[in-house]
């Protein structure tokens, strides 16, 4: 076949190819927008709906990203120079390696209003503490009893079949495991006591899920009857009619700040901040501090509403276990090749 | 001098440079970078090294094989019924083939969560026929994971063997019957070998469909089935091991791709074109 082309009409195509790229307007050349790293699901749901209009007010967009927080590290890695997100959202052990790699900046406190209203532990070098997650167990009050602790799942039959774990990869999961190491006599140091458990618990096991929201998808199922989880995740599983409980582990709750951070080169510092101080304002906590969220609020302004009472108190927040992200991460990689290798069938 | 017919192919091959082929070769640079910041093969030494990680690759390779031989299975009496068939059933084979296209991978495998679960259709009607005592579950098991990916992939196959059904001369295996053949003799000796070509496509697509399916694999495989993609997701995303992750994502390709260029040449043969 032979294509009757004018060089003219030739001329006319290629350079309409050339300005296809300059017509499709890039969102980051979006000057007022702020792209906001959040966690999937209800903290993203929650963000986008309150915080949105909370940020246009003071005269920005917000582009509410979904993100884990080791893939908003991996996509800020991946872009040296030209950073996907203006805001991350993650938890101590993330941030560690985003201050080692330098790819978030100290923020300055004067330019948020409600900086003063943080309690004293939510105000961190690299921006503020919206919230505290309280680590603990969930499970099916259904199916079985309250567990007494992480040491009753792995020793009281009735757990058998009904528990699932999941890897190295979730934060959830990782400070479960260290918690539970120490229980049988290990350190940050020396894992092998968890390691030794775990497989032996293997043949045992209700389900080992690849992800946090994998295990939620499995408890809607039936497959599984209790998990490492957050208060968050019983919430969104109780508004989502299952019934679901929280059970505080016998040595302290795992618990772990989750921070805004100001990303290093963020095309728009200013929205940032704007985004920081509705995110740990009183009129946004208050309504965070409910159900589906129930995040535990950091704004001193903000008492703890009826359903995170149910999960925790003030006191059980002030007396959790924080566990020693210095260390985890120093260990990280090592003990999520020695938990792969050791559940592969 | 540049054909003037195939001028209009040159955006398209400037596209595919500048948008595939440079990302390629972007991501076998990164796989030569060594943790110590020098050049060489060392990731995939350590790779290849390793029984275990040997084993996730070979595991990968034998889940696209295992697939696309369940695949297979499957197709063959939906070809027969869709040959066999009027304009309405042909018609309704189709639409049946096409209607799970229309909806996201994601939301294929999550029914399989619920089909696949203890509280789920298979292990309910089971239980309802006595054929087993208690609820069982097919999730995180390699039995449940084959049949959600055959379920997901048989379109794969499937379309391509209908399109050469349609376009197939039916007065080959009149001839055959003619010359004394029996129906499945006449049908294997005269129609199949048309449609082998077709065939072979639809393994490519089903095999490298299969062996790259993240989510299915992650969702209904679980943590204790790992496959290359996963590896690669975990060098990426947890450990944050770029150079190794690119690594093992070439060898994803390579490995693959071997297996696809061996199946791509076999169509290609005169024999299997029917001009041997």
């Known amino acids: 076949m032979t294509l009757n082309l004018s060089r003219r009409a030739f001329t006319l195509a290629g350079l309409s190819t050339l300005a296809a790229p300059a017509l499709i307007r ?19 749901d929650a963000y986008r709906t309150l915080l949105t209009p909370m940020v246009q007010q003071a005269g920005f967009g917000l582009t509410v990203a979904p993100a884990l927080a080791q893939d908003q590290i991996a996509r800020l890695m991946a872009s040296p120079g030209q950073p996907p997100y203006d805001a991350l959202l993650v938890s101590p052990g993330q941030s560690d390696i985003l201050i080692q790699n330098d790819l978030i900046e100290p923020i300055d406190p004067s330019r948020l209003k409600n900086w003063d209203k943080l309690t004293p532990a939510a105000q961190s070098e690299y921006g503020p503490h919206v919230t505290i997650e309280v680590n603990g167990i969930a499970y099916n009050p259904q199916v079985v009893d309250k567990p007494a602790g992480y040491k009753a799942l792995f020793e009281d039959p009735q757990y058998e079949y009904n528990v699932a774990l999941i890897g190295f990869g979730s934060n959830t999961a990782t400070m479960a495991y260290t918690e539970i190491n120490k229980i049988y006599g290990g350190t940050y140091e020396n894992m092998q006591p968890v390691f030794d458990l775990l497989e032996a618990y293997l043949p045992k096991v209700g389900a080992i899920a690849t992800s946090g929201s994998n295990q939620m998808t499995m408890y809607q199922q039936g497959e599984i009857a209790v998990f490492m989880a957050s208060t968050g995740n019983v919430a969104k599983l109780r508004e989502l009619g299952m019934p679901c409980e929280f059970a505080h582990p016998e040595s302290g709750s795992p618990s772990v700040p989750v921070t805004i951070h100001l990303v290093k080169g963020a095309a728009n510092p200013d929205g940032v901040y704007a985004y920081m101080d509705a995110a740990i304002s009183a009129a ?6 409910e159900a589906p969220t129930a995040m535990i609020p950091t704004n001193t302004d903000v008492p703890y509403s009826a359903v995170v009472s149910e999960f925790v108190t003030p006191e059980q927040v002030a007396n959790a276990v924080y566990p020693d992200w210095q260390a985890i991460n120093a260990h990280r990689a090592e003990w999520t090749e020695t938990f792969d290798r050791l559940v592969v069938r | 001098m540049i054909r003037r017919d195939t001028l209009m192919a040159w955006p398209m091959i400037g596209f595919m440079l500048l948008f595939f082929i440079s990302p390629l070769l972007l991501l076998l640079g990164i796989s030569l970078r060594g943790a110590d910041g020098g050049w060489g093969f060392g990731n995939f030494a350590a790779f290849l090294s390793d029984p275990f990680s040997r084993g996730v690759l070979t595991g990968t390779l034998a889940l696209g094989a295992k697939v696309t031989f ?4 499957a197709a063959l009496p939906l070809v027969m019924l869709y040959w066999h068939g009027g304009p309405r059933l042909r018609g309704l084979i189709l639409i049946c ?3 799970p296209m229309l909806t996201a991978n994601v939301v294929r495998t999550f029914a399989w969560v619920v089909i696949l679960g203890r509280n789920g259709p298979i292990s309910q009607s089971m239980l309802a026929l006595g054929l087993t005592d208690r609820p069982f579950s097919l999730l995180f098991s390699e039995m449940g994971l084959i049949m959600a990916l055959v379920q997901i992939e048989l379109p794969l196959l499937l ?3 209908f399109a050469v059904l349609n376009r197939a001369d039916r007065r080959t295996l009149e001839a055959a019957e003619t010359l004394g053949a029996g129906p499945w003799r006449a049908w294997f000796s005269a129609i199949f070998p048309q449609i082998i070509p077709a065939v072979l496509a639809g393994w490519v697509l089903v095999f490298a469909s299969a062996t790259t399916s993240y989510v299915t694999q992650s969702v209904i495989g679980g943590a204790r089935l790992i496959y290359l993609p996963q590896y690669v997701y975990r060098e990426v995303g947890v450990l944050f091991q770029w150079p190794m992750a690119a690594a093992i994502s ?6 693959t791709g071997i297996i696809m260029l061996g199946l791509t040449m076999l169509a290609r043969h005169e024999r299997l074109q029917g001009h041997g």
């Open chain 1, 26 to 44: 890039p969102a980051f050349a979006q000057g007022a927008n702020v792209v906001a790293a959040t966690f999937p699901g209800s903290w993203e």
């Open chain 1, 284 to 289: 946004a906590q208050t309504r965070l501090a």
């Open chain 2, 70 to 73: 369940f695949v297979s299975l």
């Open chain 2, 97 to 99: 083939t096409l209607l």
């Open chain 2, 159 to 161: 379309l391509p063997v």
């Open chain 2, 250 to 255: 070439i060898l994803l390709l390579a490995s």
